[in-house]
């Protein structure tokens, strides 16, 4: 499996015939309002302490963590951004085996495989409206240690009904099976986050990111909410430190800023509405629905692949994902970030130029 990322700077800027000036990056998917200015402004206040080694667990941010899930704090693990907690949890379970639900984010896979799990997928169908196949998915659980799902799904944006969530978290805990559930995204939908159970489900985790809702990708902050065997099966093999003093006082600014959490569940679903129209108002494209900040797009006009209209619109110095390296999506998927308005109009403009016949 390709280890493709969105948001990679660095090669988006060294395209070839890409415009000067500065380039609409919506092949991440990050809260397009920004950082909150409470946020920059406990960073440059927090900038003094980077002369001293932060708190080994980032014991404050893990008390703000619990408070604001209404998680006791034993359960709670900070790190490096969620992608550390991935690499974490493969390493201290080392599972021969492991279902991972696709289409899913490259790294699941690419924490496992080098340590010799046999990794096994299920694949959800756009006609299915991506939603995990349940029976497959369910018959397999007892035959693996680990399974992985990510809710809401990132590329597909399509989040898991709750009796499936249930179902499949009974039916690991009886087979002692660990379940690790992706919920990068679930801030940006209200409610069906499985956080609340991990005190009664000791094989749960429940992993979470800064990066996305709070828009912070650059400063690496990230949880899990384990229950109490992960939990213990992770203590030995986490690094001291992994939280910056920076990143420690921002994720403390991001929980506390209540009026961006608000603003932020106000307009990004307009906007994504608003996006969703224009997009179908072109033709050819095929929205999938999503609850998170981004859309997965079917490209549905015959000789036109995601990849090549991810390169024609990178010419026009925009950056889209191309989904051809997800599992599951085949070469006519691409993911694109929520722009604010202004930027929705740059995009739809740029994409009725390409998209003609
Ligand atoms: C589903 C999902 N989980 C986790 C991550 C990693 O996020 P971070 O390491 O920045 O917290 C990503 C990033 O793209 C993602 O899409």
Redesign the pocket.
């Given at each position: 499996m390709r280890r493709d990322?969105g948001g990679n700077l660095r090669e988006l800027l060294g395209a070839r015939d890409r415009p000067a000036g500065p380039m609409l990056d919506l092949s991440a998917s990050i809260n397009p309002l920004g950082a909150s200015p409470q946020v920059i402004r406990a960073l440059l206040a927090a900038l003094p302490s980077i002369t001293r080694y932060p708190d080994p667990e980032a014991s404050a941010l893990v008390e703000a963590l619990s408070r604001y899930h209404d998680v006791p704090a034993r359960h709670v693990v900070a790190g490096h951004?969620?992608?550390e907690l991935i690499y974490l949890l493969a390493r201290a379970l080392a599972p021969r085996r492991a279902l991972v639900v696709h289409p899913a984010?490259s790294e699941y896979e690419a924490a496992l495989e080098p340590l010799g799990c046999a990794v096994e997928r299920v694949v959800g169908r756009g006609d299915a409206g991506w939603i995990p196949p349940r029976d497959a998915l369910l018959e397999r659980v007892a035959q693996v240690d680990l399974v992985v799902l990510?809710n809401p799904s990132?590329p597909t944006g399509a989040l898991a009904p709750a009796e499936l969530l249930e179902e499949l978290a009974a039916a690991c805990a009886e087979a002692r099976v660990s379940l690790v559930v992706?919920e990068?995204?679930i801030d940006f939908v209200e409610g069906r986050s499985l956080k609340s159970t991990v005190s009664r489900r000791p094989w749960l985790g429940v992993?979470r990111?800064l990066?996305k809702f709070f828009a912070l990708?650059g400063l690496?902050v990230?949880y899990a909410l384990l229950g109490e065997r992960l939990r213990e099966r992770v203590e030995g093999w986490r690094e001291p430190w992994s939280v910056s003093a920076l990143a420690e006082a921002a994720g403390i600014a991001a929980l506390a800023d209540r009026a961006y959490r608000a603003q932020t569940l106000r307009v990004v679903p307009a906007w994504r509405a608003a996006l969703c129209v224009g997009l179908e108002r072109l033709g050819g494209l095929r929205v999938y629905p999503s609850v998170t900040n981004y859309l997965l797009v079917g490209i549905e006009r015959p000789g036109l692949t995601a990849a090549a209209l991810a390169a024609a619109l990178l010419r026009d110095g925009i950056a889209i994902r191309s989904g051809a390296s997800f599992p599951g999506l085949g070469p006519n998927h691409v993911r694109i970030a929520v722009p604010r308005p202004e930027d929705q109009q740059v995009l739809l403009a740029a994409l009725a130029h390409r998209l003609e016949p």
């Open positions: 990322h951004g969620s992608t984010f990510a990132n992706d990068a995204f992993l990111s990066t990708p690496r990230g």
